[in-house]
C-alpha cells in the first residue's frame, strides 16, 4: 500500500530556533498534502494545503510566516516552524493525496512530536 | 463550512461485546464521503471504514460496520466483538469531492477503552 513518511519523529528544540519536518510520499506521487496539528486528547486540526509547485493554502488563524511549507517536488513537503517557543509544542501529522479529489485516499505519516525548550 | 460532530467524549467496552460510537455531521453538499479513523496510541492514523453519500448499503469492514442516515446526516460506527486492540481514539471525518471541501474535516474524537 500507499506509505508515508515523516520525518523526524520527534524533535526537541531550544526557543527561538526553527524546526524543518518532512513528509515524503515512498511510492506514489502526492498532488497535494495536508499538515495537521494535534495537542494531547484532542483532534487534528488542519493547519495548510499544500499543492506542488504552488503556495500553500494556510487555514484561518494559522500564521504563514511561523510555519512555512513547501511543496517542491511530488513526492516531498516540508514545515518549518520558525522561531519556535514553548507554545509550538504539539504532535503534527502529514498527509498526502494521489491524484485528484473526490475517490483519491489519503495517506497519514507518522506524525513529529515537537517539543520547544 | 461542513461541520462533524462527535458529542461522546469517551466510551467503554467490555471484551467481546459490542460498542457503538456516534457521530453527525452538518453540510449542504450532496456528494461527499465520511470516514472513521482510528488513532491508537502510537499516534498513526489508521483508516477504519468509509462511506460514500451515494451509497445507501452501509458500509461494512469485518468486525467493523456503519449505520449511514443521510437524511438525518448521521454516521455511527459499530464495533462487534471487541478487542483489547480495539482500545484507540477514533475519529469521525468528512470530506467533500472538490476543491476546497476536498479537505477532511475531524471531529473532536472519542476515547475508546475495552475492559479484559
Known amino acids: 500500500g500507499a506509505v508515508v513518511s515523516q520525518h523526524p519523529s520527534w524533535v526537541i528544540c531550544k526557543s527561538g530556533t526553527s524546526v524543518k519536518i518532512e513528509c515524503r510520499s515512498l511510492?506514489?506521487?502526492?498532488?497535494?498534502m495536508f499538515w495537521y496539528r494535534q495537542f494531547p486528547k484532542q483532534s487534528l486540526m488542519l493547519m495548510a494545503t499544500?499543492?506542488?509547485?504552488?503556495?500553500?493554502?494556510?487555514e484561518q488563524g494559522v500564521e504563514k510566516d511561523k510555519f512555512l511549507i513547501n511543496h517542491a517536488s511530488l513526492t516531498l513537503s516540508t514545515l518549518t516552524v520558525t522561531s519556535a517557543h514553548p507554545e509550538d509544542s504539539s504532535f503534527y501529522i502529514c498527509s498526502a493525496r494521489q491524484g485528484a479529489p473526490g475517490n483519491s485516499p489519503l495517506h497519514f505519516g507518522n506524525g513529529t512530536r515537537l517539543t520547544v525548550t | 463550512a461542513q461541520t462533524v460532530t462527535q458529542s461522546q467524549p469517551e466510551m467503554s467496552v467490555q471484551e467481546a461485546e459490542t460498542v457503538t460510537l456516534s457521530c453527525t455531521y452538518d453540510?449542504?453538499?450532496?456528494?461527499?464521503?465520511l470516514f472513521w479513523y482510528k488513532q491508537p496510541p502510537s499516534r498513526q492514523m489508521i483508516l477504519v471504514i468509509r462511506?460514500?453519500?451515494?451509497?445507501?448499503q452501509n458500509a461494512t469492514e469485518n468486525r467493523f460496520s456503519v449505520n449511514f442516515q443521510k437524511a438525518a446526516k448521521s454516521f455511527s460506527l459499530k464495533i462487534s466483538d471487541s478487542q483489547l486492540g480495539d482500545a484507540a481514539m477514533y475519529f469521525c471525518a468528512y470530506r467533500g469531492y472538490t476543491g476546497a471541501n476536498s479537505k477532511l474535516t475531524f471531529g473532536k474524537g472519542i476515547t475508546l477503552s475495552v475492559r479484559p
Open positions: 453540510t449542504s453538499e450532496s456528494d461527499y464521503y
Open positions: 511510492d506514489f506521487q502526492a498532488t497535494t
Open positions: 462511506q460514500e453519500a451515494y451509497k445507501q
Open positions: 499544500s499543492n506542488e509547485g504552488s503556495k500553500a493554502t494556510y
